[in-house]
């Protein structure tokens, strides 16, 4: 079964108007803050383009060329913003060990060589990243839970493959068993 992965990356979503000026608070979506720059351009939907003029990160707010003053901004209230899949791997550089969310979203979830379901999508709880995984058939038919969550830190992610599409875990059947 292929899985259909939309084309775009939904990374922030503008809020209210702030201020005359047409400043606008905007809530992001992404662990890349550094993407939100002055001259960035994000699509917008119904092929509208929006390129920022003025951000300040600390208060979360937004200004975009064009949508100067309050009037003027208030129709960009709760517009998405989009970017797509390689402008991200260009513009959000990685470090060692760190995997974008799009990436391990299809991987199979493996304890000791045991298929426990694949990664339906990734959530921040607090601090924490969680993996939301759809348990296997044959687990559910074994009567455990038809979807958990795991936390991805060290205690429970040996090693990531993405070339393999693979996650292989430690200690996730408990959590499984406990769902």
């Known amino acids: ?8 990356l939904h990374i922030a979503t503008v809020g209210r108007t702030v201020g ?7 809530h992001i979506k992404s662990d890349f803050d550094e993407q939100f720059k002055v001259g960035a351009t994000f699509m917008a939907g119904k092929g509208r383009t929006l390129t920022i003029s003025h951000i300040n990160l600390s208060n979360m707010t937004i200004r975009f060329v064009g949508y100067d003053g309050m009037n003027n901004a208030k129709p960009l209230t709760n517009v998405k913003l989009f970017t797509t899949y390689d402008d991200t791997r260009k513009n959000c550089p990685l470090k060692e060990g760190e995997f974008f969310w799009f ?3 299809g991987c199979s979830v493996v304890e000791d060589g045991e298929l426990l379901g694949s990664v339906k999508e990734v959530e921040r709880i607090s601090i924490n ?3 939301s995984i759809t348990t296997d058939e044959k687990q559910v038919q074994k009567g455990e839970a038809k979807s958990f969550l795991l936390p991805y830190l060290p205690h429970f992610i040996v090693k990531t493959e993405l070339e393999n599409k693979t996650i292989n ?8 068993q406990s769902s």
Do not use: C, E, R, T
């Open 1 to 8: 079964m292929s899985q259909h992965k939309p084309s775009l």
């Open 20 to 26: 005359l000026h047409g400043d606008m608070k905007f």
């Open 103 to 105: 990436d391990l979203i």
């Open 129 to 131: 990243d969680y993996l």
């Open 169 to 176: 875990v430690k200690n996730a059947k408990d959590i499984l």
